[in-house]
């Protein structure tokens, strides 16, 4: 690509939004014409509304996106484009819109691929001791569970009760009681809630396969991870796991 991007380009990039690709979408210049550029700004509204419809234009926000890029870099070259524009619909809105935005997922993205293909060299980590935590609690769900869970309750509707509110898993352990349990969200994603009574200080890390969350927990004793992919808990589910940590 020249210096200069047509607007043929650009629509053919967007489009792939639509698509499991892997190529990292947009660069800075895409960006940068469609700043500008009212026609390729219309296919991104259509788009967008495809993504999630009935959803009004998001706001855009530089500070908003830095928080979620990692997770939509990741989602986009281990699942494609479209599960992570639908997973992160307003960062993906706001990409497209800001050169500067675009250029550090650019930079994240040649990362992420680079790490993927072992072309970094090993960091030198003696000098960094991680910080010594002890686990108090685990909780644990075989591969499948949730993807059964939710089939069931796709098939009996409302006669099931709360679909939109799973509690997978409770525990008690050493005077402390700990639960598992997944809520929907509005744009279709799901927020994981890890709970403990009585509250603590510290951590809930959360393996899904071998994706890993962490989550402080809040004064009530619930840690909270949101806007995780909808397709993490369909057919094919892996094994979750989370430790509850404290210092």
């Given at each position: 690509m020249g210096s200069t991007v047509t607007c043929d380009e650009i629509r053919a990039a967007l489009?792939?939004?639509m698509t499991h690709s892997r190529r990292p979408q947009p660069t800075p210049k895409q960006a940068q014409h469609l700043a500008h550029c009212h026609d390729c700004q219309a296919l991104r509204r259509y788009l967008y509304t495809m993504l999630l419809a009935g959803t009004d234009q998001p706001p855009t926000s530089c500070a908003a996106s830095q928080g979620d890029l990692a997770a939509y870099v990741d989602l986009s070259l281990d699942?494609?484009?479209r599960v992570a524009a639908e997973a992160y619909p307003d960062l993906w809105w706001h990409l497209w819109a800001c050169p500067a935005c675009a250029e550090v997922f650019a930079y994240t993205a040649a990362l992420a691929t680079a790490e993927r293909q072992s072309a970094l060299p090993a960091l030198p980590l003696a000098s960094m001791p991680a910080p010594q935590r002890r686990v108090i609690g685990r909780l644990?769900?075989?591969?499948?569970v949730v993807s059964r869970i939710l089939q069931t309750r796709e098939l009996l509707g409302r006669a099931y009760g709360g679909a939109d509110d799973?509690?997978?898993n409770e525990v008690e352990s050493d005077g402390y009681s700990f639960h598992l349990s997944l809520q929907r969200e509005p744009a279709g994603s799901w927020e994981i809630l890890v709970g403990v009574i009585p509250p603590v200080v510290g951590l809930a890390v959360i393996h899904v396969g071998t994706k890993v969350f962490q989550a402080p927990f809040d004064p009530l004793g619930v840690a909270h991870v949101t806007r995780v992919p909808n397709i993490?808990?369909?057919?094919?589910?892996?094994?979750?796991?989370?430790?509850?940590e404290v210092p």
């Open positions: 489009l792939l939004t699942l494609g484009v644990a769900l075989a591969p499948g799973l509690v997978l993490l808990f369909r057919d094919g589910q892996p094994a979750i796991s989370v430790t509850i």
